[in-house]
């Protein structure tokens, strides 16, 4: 035992040092960058620890959009156990919760919290739509309501227009304008911001996606190439999207 | 003492309120340290609150979606960064998506340089004086220990000098020909000042040369006590804010220039020491439905008297100056879409001078207004404004007979001159973006009363985006001035005209200010017309004319710790003028154009700072230019009054270069339950012994250096802020 309490000391130390906002940020966008599961699991993690932890309202928010985030990127992984998914999902959106009780007025939880809802959605294989669909819709009005220009929250509603069925009044096509208008104001915001920072990658991506649904390959290249500057390990892109111009 | 002052590490808390233009608080922005995770957002009030453990220097981002963002330097060694911060965010430029209705920022036209108050008191030799602060920015030229600044071959009475708008009619103290020792501005009473040398602006008239534009210090958000002590004097600045919409600040400095002499010995002999105070005091008052309104009114007094040799003189030069500033503010955004703004502003100065026969009294009142408005028309940005100059100055006393001859062997003319003019303008500019190109076009319509002259001077920037972070820009304009009230002491009939100039600039830039790195190449090409001129009779008449033409580099790299700013200027002018004080000096003037007191080829400056630790920071300066041209006495006629010298060649002998070498060194600590930052500086580190003129004997057979007899001046003192 005696001989252990170094060990544990240790830990500990290692436990706080890790604690930081700072830190948890990089370990988040460095894990959603290379689709690391491992160092997304921690940094959800340790984001929800200093949640809980920290006394600062401000940390905390950011503390808990991160959570979020991370478990919304896990969830999409290949390879992640869809049990897994689906709990990392549930933990988002009860974070996403308790952030919006906090600041009710965050367009960024309310978009994320779309989000989250959408992948569950899309896990069930459509089995909660009617339980889910709702409330994803209206936590997406509340985000472009509250942040028209904010580019991460117009983005997540092109995504989801992208994955709308066209019956619906959605597909590729009527995500096209929404992702253009995300990129042009991702270029008016300081590149150099703190996080949440995320969505460049994305938004180049599945523009670039919808580029190659209507046939334009060398375009959807183009924007392949973009997010890749942004995220250069992306296996998705680099093993996925752009292998599939080719056939 | 430092030992004691070695205190635990110190906290920097920002504060601020963030608006937009139309004066309404922003809540929900971004307010963060750049390149880090610190960040908050501001409240439905639009005030927010960043702690930096432990304090640092950086650089506030304030951001909202559909507004570009603002940036703004800190540091814990500014007593500034201890103000709460003002934001306005302007509409963000152009998009598909988003309509801009209210006025873009217009385009920095070439040859501009920002300042801060702490870069002011940072630059090594500075004496935290901003003219001389200004002096070592490429293309100004220093001719002397002054704190006059010649730009691109332009005298230093070709500077226009604004403040809120308000011009500054007499910018510099304890004036002495060509400038004064010191800028009139103090530094801390500012938010920034943007120096355009060349290609300015339509908005801007009635100078030759360049425009100095100051911008006074917002409504203070919080009290504020700062007190400053150093080895020549003291300075108390107060700020309190009046309710949620107005505010007061108060600020006052008075020298003590014996202590100074007691430590470092005297330069000169003195009779009496160099003194001199100010006084400020400015009320805001923020009207949430009428806009921002700013009342500044200021006193200075100074004097001096100060043994000097001249040509024919040896003796006391006393001068004496006082002089008070009102201004009156407003700005506001009218209609959501019109920026505009209005400034009133007065002036009353007198001075008194005397050395051998000179004896002067120099009274002047002068006012000024000025108006303005801007907006966005789609992708066009538009401006237009009008301003009047009203002066009314009067010499009284007694000059020498010939430019100089202070010793009075030539003898004297009684002086009594009225001097009346009434400067007009009215301007129209136009901006917008083409491809990578901003183009800016402008035109403005001046009327000298005096000169009974109308005209209108077109003025066009364009500035091309060629590379990321590479831009290209050129500038052309004419420019007009009216001539300095002390030439109407002898005009003939026909009067003078507004002096005349034209500008060519050409530039390159990497980067930004703000940037890691920023390099700037410029080129210019300047001609003068209208040139005041001594004709055979002893009168002025415009017959002047004049070019200069150079080269200024620019470079400017820094680091977390390292701080390095390097410039060199090269410049070449020739002028057929008179100066005013030269009248008489010269019997016959020669044929063709000569080199003016202020051709200095080559100017060098070298600025670094380092930072030992968060709280120790030493900066150091390095300086060499040409140097300064004089008239070589080549003779003298003997007669009953004296010797009268015989001139050689105007202006063909050039003096050794000047260099000098300055150090200081600030420490950031805790004193009394207020932040402290001590300083301690070296003047002209190694000594060296620069001079400007030459002293001659009585029947001019022999010359002698003017020279400091202390030419290395330390100085110390300390900053409490609470």
Same mark, same amino acid.
């Given at each position: 035992?005696?001989?252990?309490?170094? =060990?544990?000391?240790?830990?500990?130390?290692?436990?706080?040092?890790?604690?930081?906002?700072?830190?948890?940020?990089?370990?988040?966008?460095?894990?959603?960058?290379?689709?690391?599961?491992?160092?997304?699991?921690?940094?959800?993690?340790?984001?929800?620890?200093?949640?809980?932890?920290?006394?600062?309202?401000?940390?905390?928010?950011?503390?808990?959009?991160?959570?979020?985030?991370?478990?919304?990127?896990?969830?999409?992984?290949?390879? =992640?156990?869809?049990?897994?998914?689906?709990?990392?999902?549930?933990?988002?959106?009860?974070?996403?919760?308790?952030?919006?009780?906090?600041?009710?007025?965050?367009?960024?939880?309310?978009?994320?919290?779309?989000?989250?809802?959408?992948?569950?959605?899309?896990?069930?294989?459509?089995?909660?739509?009617?339980?889910?669909?709702?409330?994803?819709?209206?936590?997406?009005?509340?985000?472009?309501?509250?942040?028209?220009?904010?580019?991460?929250? =117009?983005?997540?509603?092109?995504?989801?227009?992208?994955?709308?069925?066209?019956?619906? /009044? /959605? /597909?590729?096509?009527?995500?096209?304008?929404?992702?253009?208008?995300?990129?042009?104001?991702?270029?008016?915001?300081?590149?150099?911001?703190?996080?949440?920072?995320?969505?460049?990658?994305?938004?180049?991506?599945?523009?670039?996606?919808?580029?190659?649904?209507? /046939?334009?390959?060398?375009?959807?290249?183009?924007?392949?190439?973009?997010?890749?500057?942004?995220?250069?390990?992306?296996?998705?892109?680099?093993?996925?999207?752009?292998?599939?111009?080719?056939? | 003492?430092?030992?004691?002052?070695?205190?635990?590490?110190?906290?920097?808390?920002?504060?601020?309120?963030?608006?937009?233009?139309?004066?309404?608080?922003?809540?929900?922005?971004?307010?963060?340290?750049?390149?880090?995770?610190?960040?908050?957002?501001?409240?439905?009030?639009?005030?927010?609150?960043? !702690?930096?453990?432990?304090?640092?220097?950086?650089?506030?981002?304030?951001?909202?979606?559909?507004?570009?963002?603002?940036?703004?330097?800190?540091?814990?060694?500014?007593?500034?960064?201890?103000?709460?911060?003002?934001?306005?965010?302007?509409?963000?430029?152009?998009?598909?998506?988003?309509?801009?209705?209210?006025?873009?920022?217009?385009?920095?036209?070439?040859?501009?340089?920002?300042?801060?108050?702490?870069?002011?008191?940072?630059?090594?030799?500075?004496?935290?004086?901003?003219?001389?602060?200004?002096?070592?920015?490429?293309?100004?030229?220093? $001719?002397?220990?002054?704190?006059?600044?010649?730009?691109?071959?332009?005298?230093?009475?070709?500077?226009?000098?604004?403040?809120?708008?308000?011009?500054?009619?007499?910018?510099?103290?304890?004036? $002495?020909?060509?400038?004064?020792?010191?800028?009139?501005?103090?530094?801390? *009473? *500012?938010?920034?000042?943007?120096?355009?040398?060349?290609?300015?602006?339509?908005?801007?008239?009635?100078?030759?040369?360049?425009?100095?534009?100051?911008?006074?210090?917002?409504?203070?958000?919080?009290?504020?006590?700062?007190?400053?002590?150093?080895?020549?004097?003291?300075?108390?600045?107060?700020?309190?804010?009046?309710?949620?919409?107005?505010?007061?600040?108060?600020?006052?400095?008075?020298?003590?220039?014996?202590?100074?002499?007691?430590?470092?010995? &005297?330069?000169?002999?003195?009779?009496?020491?160099?003194?001199?105070?100010?006084?400020?005091?400015?009320?805001?008052?923020?009207?949430?439905?009428?806009?921002?309104?700013?009342?500044?009114?200021?006193?200075?007094?100074?004097?001096?008297?100060?043994?000097?040799?001249?040509?024919?003189?040896?003796?006391?030069?006393?001068?004496?100056?006082?002089?008070?500033?009102?201004?009156?503010?407003?700005?506001? @955004?009218?209609?959501?879409?019109?920026?505009?703004?209005?400034?009133?502003?007065?002036?009353?100065?007198? &001075?008194?001078?005397?050395?051998?026969?000179?004896?002067?009294?120099?009274?002047?009142?002068?006012?000024?207004?000025?108006?303005?408005?801007?907006?966005?028309?789609?992708?066009?940005? *538009?401006?237009?404004?009008?301003?009047? $100059?009203?002066? &009314?100055?009067?010499?009284?006393?007694?000059?020498?007979?010939?430019?100089?001859?202070?010793?009075?062997?030539?003898?004297?003319?009684?002086?009594?001159?009225?001097?009346?003019?009434? @400067?007009?303008?009215?301007?129209?500019?136009?901006?917008?973006?083409?491809?990578?190109?901003?183009?800016?076009?402008?035109?403005?319509?001046?009327?000298?009363? *005096?000169?009974?002259?109308?005209?209108?001077?077109?003025?066009?920037?364009?500035?091309?985006?060629?590379?990321?972070?590479?831009?290209?820009?050129?500038?052309?304009?004419?420019?007009?001035?009216?001539?300095?009230?002390?030439?109407?002491?002898?005009?003939?009939?026909?009067?003078?005209?507004?002096?005349?100039?034209?500008?060519?600039?050409?530039?390159?830039?990497?980067?930004?200010?703000?940037?890691?790195?920023?390099?700037?190449?410029?080129?210019?090409?300047?001609?003068?017309?209208?040139?005041?001129?001594?004709?055979?009779?002893?009168?002025?008449?415009?017959?002047?004319?004049?070019?200069?033409?150079?080269?200024?580099?620019?470079?400017?790299?820094?680091?977390?710790?390292?701080?390095?700013?390097?410039?060199?200027?090269?410049?070449?002018?020739?002028?057929?003028?008179?100066? @005013?004080?030269?009248?008489?000096?010269?019997?016959?003037?020669?044929?063709?154009?000569?080199?003016?007191?202020? +051709?200095?080829?080559? !100017?060098?400056?070298?600025? !670094?700072?380092? +930072?030992?630790?968060?709280?120790?920071?030493?900066?150091?300066?390095?300086?060499?230019?040409?140097?300064?041209?004089?008239?070589?006495?080549?003779?003298?006629?003997?007669? !009953?009054?004296?010797?009268?010298? $015989?001139?050689?060649?105007?202006?063909?002998?050039?003096?050794?270069?000047?260099?000098?070498?300055?150090?200081?060194?600030?420490?950031?600590?805790?004193?009394?339950?207020?932040?402290?930052?001590?300083?301690?500086?070296?003047?002209?580190?190694?000594?060296?012994?620069?001079?400007?003129?030459?002293?001659?004997?009585?029947?001019?057979?022999?010359?002698?250096?003017?020279?400091?007899?202390?030419?290395?001046?330390?100085?110390?003192?300390?900053?409490?802020?609470?």
């Amino acid at each position: 035992m005696i001989r252990s309490i170094p =060990v544990m000391m240790a830990f500990a130390v290692a436990a706080s040092a890790n604690l930081t906002w700072t830190d948890i940020v990089a370990r988040l966008e460095g894990g959603a960058a290379a689709s690391d599961a491992a160092v997304l699991r921690g940094a959800i993690a340790d984001a929800d620890r200093l949640a809980d932890v920290t006394g600062l309202d401000r940390e905390r928010e950011l503390a808990l959009n991160g959570a979020a985030y991370g478990a919304w990127r896990l969830s999409a992984i290949p390879g =992640v156990k869809p049990a897994e998914s689906l709990k990392a999902l549930q933990g988002a959106e009860k974070d996403l919760h308790d952030l919006l009780k906090i600041d009710p007025r965050s367009g960024e939880a309310h978009a994320l919290l779309a989000s989250v809802l959408g992948q569950r959605i899309r896990f069930s294989g459509g089995g909660n739509k009617r339980e889910l669909g709702p409330q994803a819709q209206d936590a997406r009005e509340q985000a472009l309501k509250l942040e028209p220009n904010n580019p991460r929250v =117009v983005l997540q509603n092109a995504v989801t227009l992208y994955h709308t069925p066209a019956e619906y /009044g /959605g /597909g590729p096509d009527k995500a096209e304008p929404g992702l253009r208008q995300a990129i042009a104001l991702f270029e008016r915001e300081p590149a150099g911001r703190p996080w949440p920072n995320w969505g460049r990658f994305d938004a180049h991506a599945w523009l670039g996606q919808v580029l190659a649904a209507r /046939g334009d390959k060398s375009g959807a290249r183009g924007e392949y190439d973009k997010a890749l500057a942004v995220w250069p390990n992306s296996g998705w892109v680099k093993n996925v999207l752009i292998p599939a111009l080719a056939r | 003492m430092i030992a004691m002052l070695l205190v635990l590490a110190l906290d920097l808390v920002l504060r601020g309120s963030v608006y937009d233009q139309s004066g309404l608080a922003v809540s929900k922005a971004l307010v963060y340290v750049d390149g880090t995770q610190l960040s908050t957002e501001t409240g439905t009030s639009g005030r927010f609150e960043l !702690t930096i453990s432990p304090a640092r220097a950086g650089t506030l981002v304030v951001y909202r979606d559909g507004f570009s963002a603002v940036s703004t330097k800190f540091d814990p060694l500014d007593p500034q960064t201890f103000e709460p911060v003002r934001v306005v965010l302007t509409p963000a430029p152009l998009s598909e998506t988003v309509t801009v209705r209210a006025p873009r920022a217009p385009a920095q036209p070439p040859s501009t340089f920002s300042m801060r108050p702490l870069d002011v008191v940072r630059t090594p030799g500075s004496a935290a004086d901003l003219m001389r602060a200004l002096q070592t920015l490429p293309g100004v030229a220093q $001719i002397d220990e002054g704190a006059g600044l010649y730009v691109r071959g332009g005298d230093s009475s070709e500077v226009l000098v604004l403040l809120d708008d308000a011009i500054v009619f007499h910018p510099y103290r304890a004036e $002495i020909p060509g400038g004064g020792l010191f800028g009139s501005v103090e530094p801390f *009473l *500012l938010a920034g000042a943007s120096f355009a040398t060349g290609g300015f602006s339509a908005r801007y008239g009635n100078a030759l040369s360049a425009v100095l534009d100051l911008h006074g210090l917002a409504r203070p958000d919080a009290p504020q006590t700062n007190v400053t002590v150093g080895l020549a004097g003291a300075s108390l600045r107060l700020a309190r804010p009046l309710g949620a919409h107005a505010g007061l600040r108060v600020s006052g400095n008075r020298s003590f220039p014996g202590l100074p002499f007691a430590l470092n010995g &005297r330069p000169y002999e003195f009779n009496p020491l160099p003194g001199g105070w100010d006084l400020n005091a400015s009320a805001h008052y923020d009207s949430p439905s009428a806009g921002r309104f700013k009342a500044f009114v200021n006193g200075i007094g100074d004097g001096v008297g100060v043994h000097v040799d001249s040509v024919s003189f040896g003796g006391l030069l006393r001068s004496s100056t006082i002089s008070h500033l009102a201004a009156l503010h407003w700005t506001d @955004v009218i209609g959501r879409a019109w920026l505009a703004t209005a400034t009133v502003g007065v002036t009353r100065y007198a &001075r008194g001078t005397t050395a051998g026969v000179l004896s002067l009294k120099t009274t002047d009142v002068r006012a000024s207004w000025r108006a303005a408005v801007e907006r966005a028309l789609g992708a066009w940005t *538009l401006g237009l404004g009008g301003d009047r $100059i009203d002066a &009314r100055t009067h010499l009284d006393g007694t000059v020498p007979e010939r430019g100089g001859d202070l010793g009075g062997v030539s003898g004297s003319t009684p002086l009594d001159v009225r001097y009346g003019d009434v @400067v007009s303008g009215a301007y129209v500019e136009t901006e917008r973006r083409i491809a990578a190109a901003t183009v800016t076009v402008g035109a403005r319509a001046q009327q000298f009363s *005096l000169a009974r002259e109308t005209a209108i001077d077109p003025r066009v920037n364009v500035a091309v985006d060629v590379a990321s972070h590479q831009k290209l820009s050129f500038a052309w304009g004419l420019y007009r001035q009216a001539p300095d009230a002390s030439y109407y002491s002898h005009v003939s009939n026909a009067g003078l005209q507004a002096m005349r100039a034209r500008h060519l600039v050409a530039g390159y830039e990497y980067g930004s200010e703000d940037g890691p790195v920023h390099l700037r190449a410029e080129t210019y090409w300047k001609q003068y017309e209208a040139l005041p001129l001594e004709n055979a009779g002893g009168l002025f008449v415009s017959n002047g004319y004049g070019s200069a033409h150079g080269v200024d580099l620019f470079g400017h790299m820094k680091s977390r710790r390292l701080d390095v700013t390097a410039d060199y200027s090269w410049l070449a002018a020739e002028r057929r003028w008179t100066a @005013v004080l030269d009248r008489g000096k010269f019997t016959m003037l020669p044929a063709g154009t000569w080199r003016p007191d202020f +051709d200095i080829p080559h !100017t060098a400056h070298v600025m !670094t700072r380092f +930072d030992f630790t968060r709280r120790l920071s030493t900066s150091a300066g390095w300086r060499i230019s040409s140097g300064r041209l004089d008239t070589p006495v080549v003779g003298a006629v003997s007669t !009953t009054a004296g010797y009268v010298p $015989i001139y050689g060649a105007i202006n063909s002998e050039r003096l050794p270069r000047y260099e000098r070498t300055d150090l200081t060194v600030s420490y950031l600590s805790q004193l009394l339950h207020s932040r402290a930052v001590l300083f301690a500086s070296v003047g002209n580190l190694f000594a060296r012994t620069n001079f400007f003129e030459y002293a001659y004997s009585a029947n001019f057979s022999a010359r002698r250096p003017v020279t400091s007899a202390t030419p290395r001046v330390v100085y110390f003192g300390v900053t409490l802020t609470r």
